[in-house]
């Protein structure tokens, strides 16, 4: 069992950064492939960026790369986002999942709310 908290959500004009932490419980964190997923309001859930459990790998949706990037501390077992040049359509909830095998997102976080101002 695995549980994920987001924190680092909050208001920032367009052009700015926010970094977003997730942090799991569980001693198999390592295991398990991290992403992050992100809902805006009217819309579906979508997937941003993945991280491999080793960190080597990395996939990131064509809106963000350039801009975010993904990385994991197994030692905390925390996994981070950082947002570089925001766009008032990066606002939505950010939510971190995590994968054993990868053929689906086993576990959920709560969200954290990302709002980026024009």
């Known amino acids: 069992q695995v549980q994920l908290v987001e924190s680092g959500g909050g208001l920032v004009q367009a052009g700015g950064s926010l970094r977003l932490s997730c942090a799991a419980s569980g001693r198999t964190f390592s295991s398990y492939t991290m992403g992050w997923f992100r809902q805006a309001p009217g819309k579906e859930r979508e997937f941003v960026v993945s991280?491999?459990?080793?960190?080597?790998?990395?996939y990131y949706a064509d809106s963000v790369k350039g801009r975010f990037t993904i990385s994991r501390d197994n030692a905390r077992n925390t996994v981070y986002l950082q947002m570089n040049s925001l766009k008032p359509e990066d606002t939505a909830v950010y939510y971190c999942?995590?994968?054993?095998?990868?053929?689906?997102?086993?576990?959920w976080g709560q969200g954290t709310q990302v709002t980026v101002s024009s």
């Open positions: 991280i491999s459990w080793r960190g080597g790998t990395t």
């Open positions: 999942a995590a994968s054993l095998k990868g053929s689906r997102w086993d576990y």
